[in-house]
T-cell receptor, first 113, second 111 residues
């Protein structure tokens, strides 16, 4: 079975600074990887996904992530954060077929003015 | 745009009540899911369904049941609500096994 570990439960960062949210997964087969964002009192929204091809994936709101198969990681990055990026971020993995997404426990990003 | 709607944003129920949470999607997706979200625990899968009248248990099915009589609607049922079922409930749907689309969530409080 696959699993996802988000290494930081909370990440505070100053506005306009860069940020990296870390995600590691475990799986014995090839995976598909996702990052979702949840703003306060809302559902989850897809930020970006890796299904195949280029290991550098660009998403919405200036976020990007890099799939590293050897390190089983899919870290999320943004070069300059804004106050509006304050939210909870979830990494998720799927192995395809009829299997649901497996989510990490989330990382709460707080952007400080 | 895919739209997943949930019947209530906030719900307050008493212990022992039977509770229905409804989820409707408008994109003809085959797959639908119910999660609960609790601080520090992330999203945990309760039940999912790949077809009408079909259901599969997720990681934490105890105390819950589901119903899918129509393709667009997936209901979560708490037969006898308990205080430990106070949580945020999220519904999702997908066309395939990859990207899931989420509803806005129902924050349920059981007193």
């Amino acid at each position: 079975a696959q699993s996802v570990t988000q290494l930081d439960s909370q990440v505070p960062v100053f506005e306009e600074a860069p940020v990296e949210l870390r995600c590691n997964y475990s799986s014995s087969v090839s995976v598909y990887l996702f990052w979702y964002v949840q703003y306060p009192n809302q559902g989850l929204q897809l930020l970006l996904k890796y299904l195949s091809g280029s290991t550098l994936v660009k998403g919405i709101n200036g976020f990007e992530a890099e799939f590293n198969k050897s390190q089983t990681s899919f870290h999320l990055r943004k070069p300059s954060v804004h106050i509006s990026d304050t939210a909870e971020y979830f990494c998720a993995v799927n192995v395809g077929g009829n299997t649901p997404l497996v989510f990490g426990k989330g990382t709460r990003l707080s952007v400080i003015a | 745009d895919v739209k997943v709607t949930q019947s209530s944003r906030y719900l307050v129920k008493r212990t022992g009540e039977k509770v229905f949470l409804e989820c409707v999607q408008d994109m003809d997706h085959e797959n639908m899911f119910w999660y609960r979200q609790d601080p520090g625990l992330g999203l945990r899968l309760i039940y999912f369904s790949y077809d009408v009248k079909m259901k599969e248990k997720g990681d934490i099915p105890e105390g819950y049941s589901v119903s899918r009589e129509k393709k667009e609607r997936f209901s979560l049922i708490l037969e006898s609500a308990s205080t430990n079922q106070t949580s945020m409930y999220l519904c999702a749907s997908s066309r395939d096994s990859y990207e899931q689309y989420f509803g806005p969530g129902t924050r349920l409080t059981v007193t």
